[in-house]
T-cell receptor, first 116, second 113 residues
Framework: DVKVTQSSRYLVKRTGEKVFLECVQD?????MFWYRQDPGLGLRLIYF???????EKGDIPEGYSVSREKKERFSLILESASTNQTSMYLC???????????????FGPGTRLTVL | GQQVMQIPQYQHVQEGEDFTTYCNSS?????IQWYKQRPGGHPVFLIQ?????EVKKQKRLTFQFGEAKKNSSLHITATQTTDVGTYFC?????????????FGTGTQLKVEL
């Protein structure tokens, strides 16, 4: 089974702190994604990556950056956390369509981040 | 950018009643996927539809993809308490060779005995 793990289930940080959220997948997936989930807004894509060292902005990249130095690891960075970044953060991975037509995304358990 | 709306946002049903959630995209989709998120859990893939007008069934669940590939629906027949959760549609677009998905806002289903 595909396993996607996230470094923390719960995290509490203070405004202005630099925050690192780590995601690791064990199935050699090329694609990795970071979403935030807020009530009534569904899952919104922050950043995604199709390959090592490659990244593309999603729908809400402001205030975030990412790093993908190794294929299995995708990090989300909040350079200076703010209260409006309090949310559930979900990481996901998938194979590209050229490899598998059912390119479903596999999600990690999520990190609930609270910024005080 | 692409937007995917889902209705209703919430649905309470009595066990045994049917349930339907609808998904509409602002743009034509390459495919649509459906996910279920149990309370306290993470989204889990249910199915993918690719062809215009496609209909697929999984036991009591029926998924449809519209002719114009801009809308989709999920229908559950005779709901059970195990169906509780939030159902998300996700529209696929081919960008950069990957599978970027735009998720809908979700429909939260509650089933009462």
């Amino acid at each position: 089974d595909v396993k996607v793990t996230q470094s923390s289930r719960y995290l509490v940080k203070r405004t202005g702190e630099k925050v690192f959220l780590e995601c690791v997948q064990d199935m050699d997936h090329e694609n990795m994604f970071w979403y935030r989930q807020d009530p009534g807004l569904g899952l919104r894509l922050i950043y995604f990556s199709y390959d090592v060292k490659m990244k593309e902005k999603g729908d809400i990249p402001e205030g975030y950056s990412v790093s993908r130095e190794k294929k299995e690891r995708f990090s989300l960075i909040l350079e200076s956390a703010s209260t409006n970044q309090t949310s559930m953060y979900l990481c996901a991975s998938s194979l590209p369509p050229r490899v598998r037509s059912y390119n479903e995304q596999f999600f990690g358990p999520g990190t609930r981040l609270t910024v005080l | 950018g692409q937007q995917v709306m889902q209705i209703p946002q919430y649905q309470h049903v009595q066990e045994g009643e049917d349930f339907t959630t609808y998904c509409n995209s602002s743009t034509t989709l390459s495919n649509i996927q459906w996910y279920k998120q149990r309370p306290g859990g993470h989204p889990v893939f249910l199915i993918q539809l690719v062809k215009s007008g496609e209909v697929k069934k999984q036991k009591r669940l029926t998924f449809q993809f519209g002719e114009a590939k801009k809308n989709s629906s999920l229908h559950i027949t005779a709901t059970q308490t195990t169906d509780v959760g939030t159902y998300f549609c996700a529209g696929g677009s081919l960008m950069g060779g990957g599978n970027k998905l735009t998720f809908g806002t979700g429909t939260q289903l509650k089933v009462e005995l």
